[in-house]
């Protein structure tokens, strides 16, 4: 039988297949519910809403046939399927489409978790702290050596002496890819180096890719294993989206990144700390046929920087319904969606409540996720839309849901009004004749606040308030949730009365770690940081800048060759202490900060400020110059100049530069691309 997902299922509960890589006959092609019933928002002739509508496999598309019954990794057999009694007649699988199909279902078994509201983070936001004071280390009476120095090293470092340990950081970085390094000297063992520490890190996102970059390869044998073979800039996929860049001029080979890591495509699906082995799954394709590989991988230090998947909170209906925004295949689903509703709401015989429905687009959550592609979506209406669509501009309506009563959290509250009002002003069409066909008092956009969710089905979506949203796209932006490979680990290390466990009241699903990125319970041999770790005492918001900076300060202390696990003392974890006798200036400046130069300086995040676009070529800009100081603050064009400047400086590569570069200047030349290939 099918269920909710789209899968296909045998009566072995080993087989499963997706259907979405399945062609059946035209007449179980997606189409829309037959029933017709008084306030539905579509005729029955039209497409049902949703993700169907976005190009998604809907579960209304579904054949059933029994599968062979054979072992989940086995070969899947094209015949088999087509010589198989169905009620359907089954085209064969060719063997890209067998490939997907094990790929799809990797990637949905290590997604998939249970009583996702138990472990929500807000976009951007720090979770709210519970009113007693977690303590980071065991009870230990503060009078004691150990327990003192490391409540006095982990406080905020002097501002002043903290911009000059990360200039001079940046200048050290620059010697050593310059000139190289000779930090090597002295780690010789009997005239020979040592064999060198095998390193695995998970993920390639934003804190691995600034890892790679910044770790001495010389020391370690690094191994990254991730399903994706690239970085992804993860801010502009709302520009992709739309259209205004191009899915491959965000991306970036991590054999790019680092020449010297060796890469495994693949799934990590379990940790076990006592052997330090990872189990992974990867599909391997020989000639014309797929199977699922399992096979361990060894490791001295593992680095967990996974990321976090977006969190339903357990909402009816959402992950069957809405689409997301977190990889490049959600743009690509989303942009294919876009134009597919406005060819539809195109088709003669509508109505003009029914043209409406399929042109409201619907984005829950108003954080910068949100915000950024309701913005994107904007400019495509406002300036592609004359173009293409002249005609139907009139129906279309953008809905920005959010629970709580402002937008934009992370952004002082004058920024806040700014996005509101830049977001809500009428639309601007340079097209004279466009602007006349617009009915009087025309609202393109409209911002729903303190509107919660409660269900959304197919067609519409249900609000706290009881009123219904009739919708052609939903676009889910409402906040973070954990992998299940970040849960399996959490359990492995965090046995019940464990630092682990009882740190999960604050970490809720992420990974508990110290001031130094080691995760508790892991005895320095495992590291975590990004989306999927939380600093018990320190919490600091789920943002790609946060990620980068731990990976730089953590490949700072490997390739300083510190030691990460320098044992116990008093039951107390003893922080990493140096092996080199010899210190950077960096290290010497934090050291004096510190007012210690026997054990490593915790991480320190530096706050460099947030950005968020918010259409029509304007842009916010809250610069931090000072910890507790006021922000420098930036609107409109000024704003504008800000977020492309430093988007486009912080793309990993010159080529990842010039592509974007390129691309802005395709759409502001030619306009988006719409066709579909």
Sequence with gaps: ?????????????????????????????????????????????????????????????????????????????????????????????????????????????????????????????IPNEKEEKKENVPEVAAKKSLAAQIQRVTKPRAYPLFLAEKGAGLLEEFAFKTFGSSSSEGMYVNGELPKKEQVVVLGTGWGAAAFLKDVDMSKYDVTVISPRNFFLFTPMLAGAATGTVEYRSITESVRDISKEANFLEATATEVDPISNTITCESVVCEGTSCKINDFTVNYDKLIVTVGAQTNTFGIPGVREHCAFLKQVEDARRIRTSIVNLFERANIPGLSDDEREAILTFAIIGAGPTGIEFASELRDFVEQDGPKYYPNLLKFVRIKVIEASSTVLAP??????????????????????????????????????????????????????????ICYGLAVWAAGNGPLPITLQLIDSVGEDGSEQKNAQDIARGRLAIDPWLRVLGGEGKILAYGDCSCIVDGQLPATAQVASQQGEYLAKLLSRGYDMSPGIEDGIHVPPKPTASDKTLSESIAAFAIQND???????????????????????????????????????????????????????SLRNRVLVLVDWLKAKVFGRDITRV
Excluded: M
């Excluded at 320190?604 to 809250?622: D, H, K, M, R």
């Design 1 to 125: 039988l099918a269920n909710s997902s789209g899968r296909l299922f045998s009566t072995s509960p080993l087989v499963h297949v997706s259907a979405a890589a399945v062609p059946v006959a035209t007449s179980t092609a997606v189409v829309a519910n037959t029933r017709r019933k008084d306030g539905n928002c579509r005729l029955s002739s039209q497409p049902r809403g949703g993700i169907a509508a976005a190009g998604y496999e809907h579960p209304s598309s579904l054949a059933f046939s029994p599968i062979a019954n054979t072992r989940l990794s086995s070969v899947l057999e094209p015949s088999s399927l087509a010589d198989s009694a169905s009620a359907t007649r089954l085209y064969s699988v060719a063997p890209k489409e067998e490939e997907k199909v094990l790929r799809q279902e990797i990637a949905e078994k290590n997604s998939k978790i249970e009583n996702e509201e138990e472990f929500g983070v807000i976009d951007g936001n």
């Design 598 to 652: 026997e054990i490593a300086a915790p991480f320190q995040f530096l706050n460099l400020g947030i950005l968020a676009y918010t259409g029509g070529g304007s842009a916010l800009a809250q610069l931090q110059v000072a910890p507790n100081g006021e922000p420098i603050k930036g609107t409109g064009k000024v704003g504008f100049g800000l977020w492309r400047s430093v988007y486009l400086t912080k793309q990993v």
């Design 411 to 468: 952004f002082d509250k004058s920024l806040q009004q700014e996005a509101i009002r830049q977001l809500t002003s009428a639309p601007k069409f340079r097209d004279t004749t466009v602007a006349n066909l617009l009915p009087e008092q025309f609202k393109l956009t409209e911002l729903l606040l303190d509107s919660g969710v409660q269900e959304v089905t197919d067609e519409t979506i249900k609000l706290s308030d009881g009123s219904e």
